[in-house]
């Protein structure tokens, strides 16, 4: 309708009409019947313009969690530029904005509320969370060897990811704690917490050197230890009660296996006792690559058949599950006409590459078909991979090879074979032995020996120690045996002499004090190359072991004094020398109580960690032990630079 008109509103009978007219203000009646009226009205013009409604701006997340220190950014749309922004508390959080970009900064745990505003003074908001600090509980732990520590993380945004960052122990993680396995070593170690938005924090573990005493209410003697290929560490020896199971009577021999942790469970797979109803002692441990388990030893009963007399020897292998395949024992002969009173004794064993196990002895008597030498002889007895005997002497009669001199005692104490299966003794002489006709000549009362034979017991090499004099004035003993990867042979043992003397006066060294330990060292063909001899200036030194990885040489026996840098806890205590191949002494430790304690065997695992074991009756200084029972054995361990682990 134009603005300009008027409604003429007519009522006629029954109707309503509207009649558009020009500025026309009029009421009509017609007549009676109809009723016009003429409605005079100024219509107000009307704009065509749009009314525009602006939007609010708004932030983008519109939640967010930070920890203090982290910055995080929201995204602002919407609403017409420019904007600002504040933070309700500038204490928990703050807020800075460049264009459309919010910065927030958090600064104490707690929520703000974030505010932008633009040219409208149109606003909108997003929640921030400060949480607490990333923190880890506790922040320090020294667990005991074989425990674990529990750490929990707590504050800064989750997830959780948990590392070692100097990997000397292991974790085992879940989404807000991990557990730290303790391995064996010394010093100390780092867990590191990192969460979502890479804050980190650390909790440092502390790793005492410890030294391991196990045993049970009764008295157990350790014999022998063994570093396995996957580093797991074997002790073996007797018990006069029950290590695992019952004790068949008298000592039963046991062996025992520690994981590269330092710890022994007891039970079915990490556990071994045998036994009759006399006395049994496992005298030796080897493990192969495969993780068979070699034992050799002694009984004055029966393991496995009657006893032949005296003192048998007896060898087992054991499945990785430690499940015995064979056992065989093997005795003397009976003299004609008398009652056997042979004794045997078992001092080492090998595995030779192609699986057979090497067993060094000593009898006074006649052993496996095999005739004495002396009045008392070394022996080597071969046994295959299913516990038979094999000929060790060449088609001679008899089995073992036996090692002695005429009329005198030899004993042979240690067995090394090589990488080539070329097979190692060593031991102490009292008489002439030259095997080889090299001219060696006894010259003491005790001299060192060595022999040499190859992978068929044959084309020997052998060596006394002194060859030439020296020896006359003094007494040796010990005759530990082994050889390096280019055939170098070293020769360990203890001297009261006052200097020894290899080929004739051409390698000479001299005493320290008392009773010292000497190591001697020889090429591939029987040349001399050097001669060391060290111990304390007033106390007695006795060689108990000795050990090589290729590169090194562990030497292991007692003292009654102290080496420099070391004190005497008590009556004697346990060394470990570490020389290099050129026999210079890198470092040597000492270890002991306010008891005895001696010591067995030593070896390397692959990193190049030395181990020895031993016996005590007493507290060892840093023991894994709150009391001492009775005798026990103990377990140690060195890095490469003479640290107790």
Request: proline content about 2%; charged content about 10%.
């Amino acid at each position: 309708m134009n603005p300009t008109q008027a409604t003429k509103l007519r009522f006629a009978a029954g109707c309503l009409v509207a009649l558009m007219t020009t500025a026309c203000t009029e009421v009509e009646f017609n007549n009676p019947a109809a009723l016009d009226v003429i409605a005079a009205t100024t219509t107000t013009p009307t704009s065509s313009t749009t009314t525009t409604t602006t939007e609010s701006p708004s932030l983008a997340p519109t939640t967010r969690s930070i920890a203090p220190s982290n910055s995080t950014t929201l995204t602002v749309s919407g609403g017409t530029a420019p904007y600002t922004v504040a933070s309700s508390s500038s204490a928990i959080a703050t807020a800075t904005i460049s264009s459309t970009t919010v910065t927030v900064t958090g600064v104490a745990a707690g929520t703000a509320t974030i505010t932008v505003t633009d040219s409208k003074s149109k606003t909108g908001t997003a929640t921030v969370t400060v949480n607490a600090a990333l923190a880890l509980s506790p922040t320090t732990s020294a667990p005991a060897l074989g425990a674990t520590a529990t750490f929990t993380a707590s504050g800064g945004v989750s997830p959780y990811t948990f590392t070692l960052p100097t990997a000397v122990g292991a974790l085992s993680s879940g989404t807000t704690s991990t557990t730290y396995t303790r391995p064996w070593r010394s010093g100390s170690d780092t867990v590191r917490v990192t969460d979502s938005l890479s804050n980190t924090t650390t909790a440092t573990v502390t790793l005492n050197a410890m030294s391991i005493q196990d045993g049970t209410a009764g008295a157990e003697t350790v014999t022998s230890t063994f570093v396995d290929a996957s580093g797991n560490i074997w002790v073996a020896g007797s018990t006069d009660n029950a290590v695992i199971g019952g004790n068949g009577g008298g000592t039963d021999g046991f062996f025992v296996k520690y994981s590269t942790l330092g710890v022994y469970a007891s039970g079915a797979t990490t556990a071994v006792q045998i036994g009759g109803v006399g006395n049994d002692v496992i005298s030796c441990i080897r493990v192969t690559a495969a993780g068979d388990i070699y034992v050799a030893g002694t009984t004055d009963g029966n393991v496995d058949e009657n006893n032949a007399g005296g003192t048998d020897i007896w060898v087992a292998m054991y499945n990785s599950s430690l499940t015995q395949q064979w056992i065989t024992q093997l005795g003397d002969t009976t003299p004609a006409g008398g009652t056997n009173t042979g004794a045997d004794t078992v001092t080492d064993c090998r595995v030779d590459g192609a699986g057979s196990f090497f067993v060094l002895g000593n009898t006074n008597n006649a052993i496996s078909g095999s005739a004495l030498v002396g009045t008392g002889d070394g022996f080597i007895q071969e046994f295959d991979g299913t516990g038979a005997v094999v000929d060790s002497n060449g088609g001679t009669a008899g089995n073992a090879y036996m090692i002695g001199s005429a009329g005198v005692v030899s004993t042979m104490n240690s067995l090394y074979i090589d990488a080539s299966d070329n097979v190692y003794v060593g031991g102490v002489v009292n008489g002439t032995i030259d095997i080889d006709a090299s001219g060696d000549v006894f010259d003491g009362s005790g001299d060192l020996y060595f022999l040499r034979l190859d992978s068929a017991l044959a084309t020997p090499l052998d060596r006394t120690l002194n060859n030439g004099g020296g020896t006359a004035a003094g007494t040796e003993a010990g005759g530990f045996v082994v050889a390096d990867a280019a055939g170098n042979i070293y020769l360990a043992g203890q001297t009261n002499s006052a200097n020894l003397t290899m080929a004739g006066g051409v390698i000479t060294d001299a005493q320290v004090g008392g009773v010292d330990y000497v190591v001697a060292k020889w090429d591939n063909t029987g040349t001399p190359v050097a001669i060391t001899i060290d111990g304390t200036a007033a106390g007695d030194e006795v060689v108990n072991f000795a050990a090589t990885n290729g590169t090194k040489l562990a030497i292991t026996g007692s003292t009654t004094d102290a080496f420099a840098g070391a004190s005497n806890q008590g009556a004697t205590d346990v060394f470990i020398s570490q020389l290099d191949t050129s026999l210079n002494l890198e470092w040597v430790s000492q270890l002991g109580s306010t008891g005895s304690e001696a010591g067995v065997e030593a070896g390397f695992d692959t990193s190049g960690y030395a181990y020895f074991a031993g016996n005590t009756n007493a507290l060892l200084t840093n023991s894994s032990q709150a009391a001492v029972a009775d005798q026990q054995w103990f377990l140690a361990k060195y890095s490469s630079t003479g640290t107790q682990q």
